[in-house]
Each structure stands twice: as C-alpha cells, then as structure tokens.
C-alpha cells in the first residue's frame, strides 16, 4: 500500500505540497509543485517548510509555483480507503449469553478509607 508522502523535514508529520531540487553548479535551489513520483536527490515539502524555505548566502531560488496545494488522491490512497472500509465492514459483534455475573478476584489490597493515620516510631534521632 502507497502511503501519502510526508515533509522531508524532520519531525514534521504534515503532507508534502513541493518539491525541492538543487543544482550545486549553478548554485540554483527551485521550489515547485509536488512532484509525482519521490526522487532520491528531492525534498518533498509541507506548506509551512516551502514558505520559510532559505537557500545560502550566494544562491539564488526558483520557484515554478507561489501557492501550494496538496497532492491529490492517488487511486491507492482510494483503495486503501476502500479495502479498510470492507474489512472494518465485515467485523460482527458477537453477544455473550449465559455468563454469571461473578465478582473480579482481588489482585491487590484495597488501603483503607479515611484520614491518615501516622505512628511515633522508636529509635529515630530524638533517641
């Protein structure tokens, strides 16, 4: 199952909407749309990440699109949706008849209720 791409940045979650590529010779970054497939040498980018994006002191940016909106759904995101609707479809709940209602064996002491109780306890510094 194809998973919908991700910021490049790390730590961020949301959805890439850019695509950035370098070119070291000219030294040249260029922010565009998304591109359809992941490329190996690109950074996919969220909305926030491509609108802060600052290249080094020297180099310049393109950038092919000013308004970035998100990819739309790959037909496996829809089947993905569609296979997780079926099997979330085909779970019946089952009713349990016949069972005594039997009290939950004691795993634990209960404390007792009520305000705390403190003792004097011999042999500390006042003896």
Request: include cysteine.
């Amino acid at each position: 199952m194809k998973m919908r791409r991700q910021c490049s940045r790390s730590a961020c979650v949301r959805p890439a909407v850019a695509t950035l590529t370098y070119d070291y010779d000219d030294s040249t970054a260029v922010l565009g749309p998304l591109s359809l497939q992941a490329e190996p040498h690109a950074y996919d980018l969220c909305e926030v990440h491509a609108e802060r994006l600052t290249v080094p002191r020297g180099w310049q940016v393109v950038r092919l699109a000013t308004e970035f909106e998100p990819a739309p759904p790959s037909p496996d995101d829809l089947l993905a949706l569609a296979e997780a609707v079926r099997e979330a479809s085909r779970f019946v709940p089952q009713r349990v008849t016949g069972l005594r209602a039997e009290p939950a064996p004691v795993t634990h002491e209960v404390a007792p209720t009520g305000r705390p109780t403190f003792e004097i306890v011999k042999g500390g510094l006042d003896a």
